[in-house]
């Protein structure tokens, strides 16, 4: 099978976040030529001072080969790939700023990674239906692709044995980039279902929020195994409505990252479940966090798009109103459990 890309791949990455941090000293460990940008200089600098970040990934020294950037225009130039893991909110901005430095006519244009999980509020699109309508907007054909699936930052940073998807509708894409961040610790799948590995990336932050809120409650095991279960039925009934295909969602991007997000004591969406579930409200949760829970923003998205399309998700709609009308938390699980008797 031809490659896409000639010579040796040189990969930029767009977000200095944990993830983000976390992908690009995988790939710069593999030898891989890559390069770091991020949004605020000074968290550049204290990055390049210490050869860690000590904000988002501490404990974890980068390597020497890891060229952090000052601007998206050095990270991306002569780039075969742009790796992009940004929060939802500001990706349709980063990404035209990385098209904004694109060559006019270039004729051989980078792979577009995304790496982000979560459904932008304005549009109700995906990070993916994001780029292509951005490529589109610009008359540009570019290859795209989405990295999905139960991965921690810290824990691939610790080189725990991981699985994750790369989804791409070019099997060429996928098995190139397949190659590209495989490693004997993190293992790389391939799917042409992008929007079902979108769909369930997404929406199983939403579940974790729910399932941190039962156990705030102090709910137990009980609970959370129902509540992981009827999510999962949520998150497929979603999807196919959207075309994408019911086994997507018992893989990794969605029944595994499931039960990482809803259980793992590393999830941030898991956390503002727990708070909200103590009695703590959404603005006081966020203030203290440093770090994005995607699962708020595309809990108003996926609200949004569920009831344009008419599709029964009880789940989500009592965590919209937790979040976003101040519902009690206890009387929300009331509701969940008092409404009609029904078969499975």
Not at 33 to 59: M, S, V
Not at 109 to 114: A, E
Not at 242 to 270: I, Q
Request: hydrophobic share 40%; proline share 3%; net charge positive.
């Amino acid at each position: 099978m031809t490659k896409i890309s000639d010579g040796k791949p040189i990969v930029a990455v767009i977000g200095a976040g944990s993830w983000g941090t976390a992908l690009a000293r995988l790939l710069s460990e593999k030898g891989i030529e890559t390069r770091l940008w991020g949004h605020r200089h000074d968290h550049l600098q204290r990055i390049l001072a210490h050869h860690e970040n000590k904000q988002y990934l501490p404990g974890f020294l980068l390597p020497k080969n890891l060229r952090v950037c000052a601007t998206i225009k050095e990270a991306i130039a002569t780039a075969t790939v742009i790796c992009i893991v940004v929060p939802s909110h500001v990706y349709r901005e980063t990404f035209h700023k990385i098209l904004d430095q694109l060559i006019p006519g270039n004729v051989r244009l980078p792979i577009f990674v995304s790496a982000t999980k979560g459904i932008e509020n304005e549009s109700l699109q995906t990070m993916n239906q994001v780029m292509q309508e951005c490529l589109e907007s610009r008359q540009i054909r570019a290859y795209t692709a989405i990295l999905s699936g139960p991965s921690f930052a810290r824990e691939v940073a610790a080189k725990v044995p991981t699985a994750i998807t790369i989804g791409s509708t070019d099997e060429r894409v996928a098995k190139e980039l397949q190659e590209l961040f495989s490693t004997d610790y993190f293992r790389v799948y391939t799917s042409h279902d992008v929007i079902g590995l979108e769909i369930s990336a997404a929406l199983k932050n939403i579940i974790a929020i729910a399932a941190g809120i039962c156990d705030g409650l102090a709910f137990g095991s009980n609970a959370r195994a129902a509540l992981i279960t009827r999510g999962l039925a949520e998150m497929t009934r979603l999807g196919k409505a959207l075309g994408a295909e019911e086994k997507t969602f018992y893989g990794l991007s969605g029944l595994g990252d499931l039960v990482l997000t809803c259980t793992g004591a590393l999830s941030r969406n898991r956390h503002v479940g727990l708070e909200l579930g103590k009695g703590k409200s959404i603005d006081q949760i966020l203030k203290n966090m440093s770090m994005v829970a995607e699962g708020v923003k595309t809990t108003k998205s996926v609200y949004r798009l569920v009831r344009r399309l008419r599709i029964e998700m009880p789940i989500l709609e009592q965590v919209y109103q937790i979040i976003y009308e101040g519902k009690d938390c206890a009387t929300a699980v009331k509701d969940l459990l008092d409404r009609d008797l029904k078969q499975e």
